[in-house]
């Protein structure tokens, strides 16, 4: 079973920031969090990924809090494009492990 | 550079047949894992394959079974095919050396069973 919780679905108007929570109250020490996105048709597409500290890149910055419990993706000015199902996932970083466990993810979709 | 492609994109077939799909990893690439996504859900793990062996396995029964070949393709196989195996079969390359290595994925083959 999935380790994180993500709400099903959220809305975001064009040229806002989107903010999708994720709730992983059951992280581990060593476990790191990713963002992967689905568009549709399409597998999916990493995005960030961290283990305690901000992270922030090209697409995207990941807001970890300080207890690691929860985290949120920040899309800074959403576009069309960027409708997607969002996935959170936990996973520890260790030579050989590269199965990533998926949940049902956030749908989210850009509102022109 | 080419990224990782799968083929084929669609297949159809019947209760009982047998299906091989295939997978090309990203270009350095030494690892490939399969994932199963049933439609509204999220991919769920099969198998992972390294070094032409299967690494991890997730909850899947024997009937899918893998192989990767020395160039680092690989394939997946599912006999005596039921209806619920109809799904988006979906291919992951990467790097083992990397420890947070991200993943790289096919768009899929969609395998409808009828």
């Known amino acids: 079973d999935a380790k994180t919780t993500q709400p099903p679905s959220m809305d975001c108007a064009e040229g806002r920031a989107a903010n999708l929570p994720c709730n992983h109250s059951?992280?581990?020490?060593?476990?790191?969090v990713y963002w992967y996105r689905q568009i549709h048709s399409q597998g999916p597409q990493y995005i960030i990924h961290?283990?305690?500290n901000n992270e922030t890149n090209e697409m995207a910055s990941l807001i970890i809090t300080e207890d690691r419990k929860s985290s949120t993706l920040i899309l800074p000015h959403a576009t069309l494009r960027d409708t997607a199902v969002y996935y959170c996932?936990?996973?520890?970083?260790?030579?050989?492990?590269?199965?990533?466990?998926f949940g049902t993810g956030t749908r989210l979709t850009i509102i022109p | 550079d080419a990224g990782v492609t799968q083929s084929p994109t669609h297949l159809i077939k019947t209760r009982g047949q047998q299906v091989t799909l295939r997978c090309s990893p990203k270009?350095?690439?030494?690892?490939v894992s399969w994932y199963q996504q049933a439609l509204g859900q999220g991919p769920q793990f099969i198998f992972q394959?390294?070094?032409?062996?299967?690494?991890q396995r997730g909850n899947f029964p024997d009937r899918f079974s893998g192989h990767q070949f020395p160039n680092y393709s690989s394939e997946l196989n599912v006999n005596a095919l039921l209806l619920g195996d109809s799904a988006l079969y979906l291919c992951?390359?990467?790097?083992?050396?990397?420890?947070?290595?991200?993943?790289?994925f096919g768009s899929g083959t969609q395998l409808s069973v009828l």
């Open positions: 992951a390359s990467s790097l083992t050396q990397a420890t947070n290595e991200k993943l790289f």
């Open positions: 059951t992280i581990s020490g060593n476990e790191y």
């Open positions: 961290g283990l305690k």
């Open positions: 996932i936990v996973r520890v970083a260790r030579f050989g492990n590269e199965k990533l466990t």
């Open positions: 270009s350095g690439h030494d690892t």
């Open positions: 394959y390294y070094e032409e062996e299967e690494r």
